[in-house]
């Protein structure tokens, strides 16, 4: 085991929550911040989230507060895991709180709507003294919390960071891999949000199960052309942040992304479902493609779809109407 630390988690919902409970099981002091009074009741209380993660039992010693600073205080790693949308504003808050040598962690997956930037250039604009890194890849909140094993990957530009951070997070259930790829995991986890919605779509409209593996898997080329502009790692968009994500999300209802999608192809209304990152990466997600010159049809067609400017069905019958090419015929970045 590695040596005790204490880890600040920032967010006190499902992922939050369930992070929390890992480094506690990997040996650390963990200190939740969380908005709401209720949530902070329920967890140091009763030992649940139940707005959140309903029906699990948190592991003893966990803590949460209301107060940021407490949260923070004295905390060697700090895992930021607000929504994508809300981590600017988080951050504007607590940056001065932050100290030169703290790590942060961004494990939110999602790229800003108003600027096009990942998580780590918004850090980069507030809080630049961090050291900052990213945790991805395939990890259901409810699975992690009750101790079900995966692996995800944690990368930070400086690897030895990224090495260091991953030793301070494994536990029996939750190995981490290190990489230095830090664009390459937070893009497979921003984007494959937006083609979980995809597959969500092709499967509420009963489209088949042949049609949301064309999809997954032509969604899958696209994860990776706007990888390929950014300088993304093959690599890395193969392995668990990338590919490993996108089997996950693009395969389970439990995925929010993906049930989001379902939920759109069915017609239904949409108001008040659970977070789903991708609905708000989609439209940015789009436009970048758009303006680099990537062709990213299912990308476009998500964005329109939530848009409400086409059906499930014209978005389909649309991408089936492309001109044929070789599958592997890629003269684009
Ligand atoms: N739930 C999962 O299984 C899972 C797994 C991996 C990654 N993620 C990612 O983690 C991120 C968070 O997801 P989640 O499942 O915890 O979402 P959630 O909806 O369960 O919880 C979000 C939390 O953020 C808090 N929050 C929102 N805006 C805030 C603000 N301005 N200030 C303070 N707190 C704020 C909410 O109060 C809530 O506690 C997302 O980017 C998601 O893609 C989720
Ligand atoms: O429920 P989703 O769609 O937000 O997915 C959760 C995680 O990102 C899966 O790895």
């Not at 939050?16 to 650390?28: D, I, K, N, P, Y």
């Not at 040598?101 to 507030?126: F, H, M, N, W, Y």
């Not at 999300?249 to 108001?271: H, I, K, P, T, V």
Request: glycine share 12%; net charge negative; with cysteine.
């Amino acid at each position: 085991m590695t040596q005790r630390s204490k880890v600040a988690v920032l967010g006190g919902g499902a992922w939050g929550t369930a992070l929390a409970v890992t480094s506690l099981r990997a040996g650390h002091e963990v200190s939740i911040f969380a908005r709401d009074a209720e949530t902070v009741e329920a967890i140091n209380q009763r030992r649940e989230n139940p707005r959140y993660l309903p029906g699990i039992t948190l592991d003893a010693g966990l803590k949460a507060t209301s107060d940021v600073g407490a949260a923070l205080e004295g905390a060697e790693c700090i895992l930021s895991v607000i929504p994508a949308q809300a981590t600017r504003g988080v951050l504007q808050e607590v940056a001065p709180l932050i100290g030169a040598d703290a790590k942060l962690v961004l494990c939110a997956k999602g790229i800003e709507r108003g600027t096009g930037k990942l998580l780590s250039q918004v850090v980069a604009d507030l809080a630049p003294q961090a050291r900052v890194a990213a945790l991805s890849g395939p990890s259901f909140a409810t699975d992690v919390a009750r101790g079900l094993p995966t692996a995800v990957t944690i990368a930070a530009q400086d690897g030895e960071l990224a090495a260091e951070l991953a030793q301070l997070l494994s536990s029996s259930t939750f190995r981490c891999y290190s990489s230095s790829d830090l664009t390459g995991v937070e893009l497979g986890g921003a984007l494959k949000n937006v083609l979980a919605i995809a597959a969500g779509a092709t499967a509420g409209a009963q489209l088949g199960a042949s049609a949301q593996a064309a999809m997954v898997t032509r969604g899958f080329v696209e994860l990776r052309r706007v990888g390929a502009a950014f300088g993304a790692q093959a690599e890395t968009l193969m392995g668990l942040s990338g590919l490993g994500d996108l089997i996950l999300s693009c395969g389970s209802e439990q995925s929010r992304n993906f049930a989001y999608g379902m939920a759109l192809g069915r017609g239904e209304n949409l108001d008040g479902r659970p977070l789903a990152e991708g609905a708000a990466t989609a439209e940015i997600a789009a436009r970048i493609a758009r303006e680099k010159g990537i062709e990213a049809p299912i990308i476009a067609a998500v964005d329109q779809l939530l848009k409400g400017g086409i059906t499930i069905h014209q978005a389909v019958a649309a991408l089936m109407a492309r001109p044929l090419r070789s599958e592997h015929d890629e003269t684009q970045p």
